[in-house]
């Protein structure tokens, strides 16, 4: 008779797991034992179960017997009856879970009004520093005869620095610029 060794099960060291290949085959390996699971106890003792997974980065999974929204909405959304088998006990958790997430989705939603606000009040400023950029750059467009000698100057600056660009520009691609015509080097 030849003897086979047989692999039990390891103990696994609850650290994260660096590779990311190796940790979502985990995490879809794990989620499903978890689902399955929790499809036994409902179809066992007939509870009801809602479970959400919601892993970093990436869509969430959701199981429900018998469906996931009915059975958070009972205990989280509307309003339900108090249980028979231990009243005012469930509604007072319930009641106190809602208030504690109405009050940090109130704070989130006010924090994200500020923000809105400040973004909102930044743009209209923005706008209005862009106007007044714009009409100041307005004096190039009229007649060089109508300039002052500031705008003249400023007028020359920026030509240079176009025909400065230009030569540039030339050089790197092989003409050179002498005496006002480009030549090929």
Known sequence: MSTRLIKGRKSVRLARIENQNNRQVTFSKRRNSVFK???????????????IVCPQGSKPYSFG????NETINKYVGEERPPSPSSPGID???????????????????????DQLDFELNLKSKL???????E???EWFKGPIEKMNYSEA???KKGLEDLLLKVKNYGTERGYGYENGKWKAE
């Open 37 to 51: 699971k929790a499809n036994e106890l409902a179809t066992m003792t007939g509870a009801e179960v809602g479970i």
């Open 65 to 68: 017997h018998p469906n996931v």
């Open 91 to 113: 509604d007072k958790y319930v009641q106190m879970f809602r208030k504690a997430n109405s009050r940090e989705l109130n704070t989130r939603l006010n924090s994200l009004q």
């Open 127 to 133: 706008k209005q520093m862009n106007k007044s950029v």
């Open 135 to 137: 009409s100041q750059q």
């Open 153 to 155: 100057s400023m007028l």
